[in-house]
């Protein structure tokens, strides 16, 4: 090969190795761009609460819709009500009704398997302290968290378990893929100092954004924090982060959306 | 003109006359069973209640949209409350701050100004005795208690005035297209026995369907009364009553479909 040709050969290959460093440079920047300009939604939320399990179920499908990136904040409702000096509802006669028919509704709307009323009165803290030494616990954050929440929601909201009882915890645990050993480890863990004063420091984070109730929804939008409660301000809140409400059943709505288009053009 | 070209003529004349009969006969039919079929949504307000204000704009909106017979019934909170045992919202501070932002917030998204926080804190019992008189008095029902509403409202919320005043009262009827006569009787009206009982039985209606609070909407759907608190449950309601939730602004969102809809065709 004369010389020439192999300094042509060496300087296209150059070409290329720069040309595609170049490019894996640019492609490194935009990722790292994407999951800046990413918007923190966190969601404090307690198993007792049935709009809580609203709330996550529709967060849970649009984040992969939005640009959000969904932190779960585990919390405790009755720390919530002490802290902001509000009432449990339900109380009044009438408004309990209405939940009751309000909760079957929405279930049926959103696709969450609800079934109130609730069946026994008493408070998740020891609940809420698994779930915070799930949080706690798992590396890939947020992933243990979603499945072992769920699965104690349709404990309690939908076949009615006694979920304070340590065996509703270990087979939500078990539903969830973790393994016997592990789901030991973390009930021992969720009665430590550790997890105690993290779930009272994830309600106070709660309060301190002014929160008298949960799900409270706390989304970070151009270095300011806005807040949202319940189940019911979806469409508000997608107003507000720059995105679009298109109902309960996001992924649904816009493949029927994008099926039911063509038929618009032979109008 | 021959005989039978006469007979003739006047069989024509007569096959055109019964037609027609018959058209506007079925068309009459028509129209009633249109009207019968449309779903009767009774909307509970009090002027006081800025969520009224909300429920009340989207459902004037959505009346020319949906297939509904939209019936005003103005009613007194204070009623409601004390009827429900409930307690006025904003009690717990946290819940107050919560509500003047979500106030704001949804005012914008629902393109109505209301305008937070309440300057005054007076009861709003001669206001809704008065819309009430309005309700009562007028021959075409909903026209006159729609624009009095509105202008009662844009003074409590937009600009601040003290509407328990009979001045406000005055300039809000004026407003809405009253002569300064029919103000003065409607004012004299309010304050019969006739007027104060017709709130009451209207706060009791409410009652009678376990409001606890206001807006409260009752949708009569397939002889079945469905009801429906504040101003956040349209998606569900629309959902329940066999119609389409597009938003706060009906006509824009869907004007604004037909005209990003040939977009999809070329794709």
Redesign the interface.
């Known amino acids: 090969m004369p010389v020439n040709a192999i300094i042509i050969y060496c300087n296209i290959l150059n070409t290329v190795v720069y040309t595609f460093s170049f490019g894996f440079v640019l492609y490194s920047y935009y990722l790292l761009q994407m999951s800046n300009s990413r918007k923190v939604v966190k969601l404090f939320y307690d198993i007792i609460s049935p709009y809580s399990w609203l709330a996550f179920e529709v967060l849970c499908r649009y984040r992969n819709v939005w640009n959000i990136d969904l932190k779960f904040k585990p919390a405790f409702l009755g720390g919530v009500f002490r802290g902001?000096?509000?009432q449990e509802p339900g109380l009044?006669?009438?408004?309990f009704?209405?939940m009751v028919?309000?909760l079957k509704?929405?279930s049926e709307?959103f696709g969450v398997p609800v079934n109130p009323p609730l069946p026994c009165k008493k408070g998740t803290l020891n609940v809420m302290r698994f779930v915070t030494a799930v949080a706690e616990k798992e590396e890939e954050r947020g992933v243990l968290v979603e499945r072992v929440s769920r699965e104690l929601w349709k404990n309690i909201w939908s076949t009615h378990q006694d979920i304070t009882h340590p065996a509703s915890l270990t087979e939500a645990g078990l539903k969830a893929g973790l393994s016997p050993h592990e789901v030991e480890e973390l009930l021992i863990l969720s009665k430590s100092q550790q997890i105690k004063d993290k779930l009272k420091s994830v309600t106070q984070e709660a309060?301190d954004y002014?929160?008298?109730?949960l799900p409270f929804i706390v989304c970070h939008v151009n270095g300011k924090a806005e807040?949202f409660?319940?189940s019911?301000?979806f469409?508000?809140m997608a107003?507000?982060i720059g995105e679009k409400?298109v109902?309960?059943h996001p992924v649904k709505t816009l493949s029927e959306n994008?099926i039911t288009?063509?038929p618009?053009?032979s109008e």
Do not use: M
């Open positions: 902001s000096g509000n009044v006669q009438n408004k009704s209405y028919t309000d509704q929405l709307l309060l002014q929160s008298f109730g807040v409660f319940g019911d301000r469409e508000l107003h507000r409400w109902g309960p994008v288009a063509p618009y053009a």
